[in-house]
Structures are given as C-alpha cells and as structure tokens.
C-alpha cells in the first residue's frame, strides 16, 4: 500500500510558477507508475501527466504540454510536477496518484492510490 501526501500548492499569478510534490510512504514508490491529476470546481478530475518507474517514460495533457513536468526521485519516494507559465485555468485541486506495474495510464479508475490534494490557484 503507498500513501500519498501533495504540498507546495498556494497562489500565484498568470505567469507565474509553482513547484508541487507529492511524498510517498512505504517501499513499493520505485515499483509504482505515478501521475498527477486534477479537478477544478463543478468540473470532472482529469488527468495532467505520469511518469514511469525509472522516469524514462513521460506523458501530459495536451493543455499542458510544454509548460508543465513531471519528474520522480526514487531515493526520496518523491514525485514533482513543475509547473511554468500558469494560466487562470489551471486552478483546480492537484491530486497525487499512484499504480502499480509498469504502464503508464491516463484514466483516474487506473490508479488505486490517492492523495488529500493541493490547491492551485492562479489570479489574471
């Protein structure tokens, strides 16, 4: 079982960067497919972006690509997603998931593990 924690969410202006993280408990974080997720009020979770065991293996939301990354430090049991040139729509609940095997998945029913979520917000 993993158990996730999200931090370094908060408020910031279109333009502006933030850097989320999400803290990982137990031993199977090296052998878990992590992505990010999130859901803005009124809205459907959807997906942002994963990354594979070794890291090797990236995907994103096409709303996102370019701007956003998504990295894991497997020594740490830590995933980060940096996110650059934010947009008002961006602001949602950023989730932190967790999978395991080894595909990477873009649907929220894929990964059994969750985090409390962070809030993003960004002012025009």
């Known amino acids: 079982q993993v158990q996730l924690t999200e931090s370094g969410g908060g408020l910031v202006q279109a333009g502006g960067s933030l850097r989320l993280s999400c803290a990982a408990s137990g031993r199977t974080f090296s052998s878990s497919v992590m992505g990010w997720f999130r859901q803005a009020p009124g809205k459907e979770r959807e997906f942002v972006a994963t990354?594979?065991?070794?890291?090797?293996?990236?995907a994103y939301a096409d709303s996102v690509k370019g701007r956003f990354t998504i990295s894991r430090d497997n020594a740490k049991n830590t995933v980060y997603l940096q996110m650059n040139s934010l947009k008002p729509e961006d602001t949602a609940v950023y989730y932190c998931a967790a999978r395991s095997g080894t595909i990477v998945y873009r649907t929220t029913s894929a990964y059994a593990y969750w985090g409390q979520g962070t809030q993003v917000t960004v002012s025009s």
């Open positions: 990354i594979s065991l070794s890291g090797g293996n990236t």
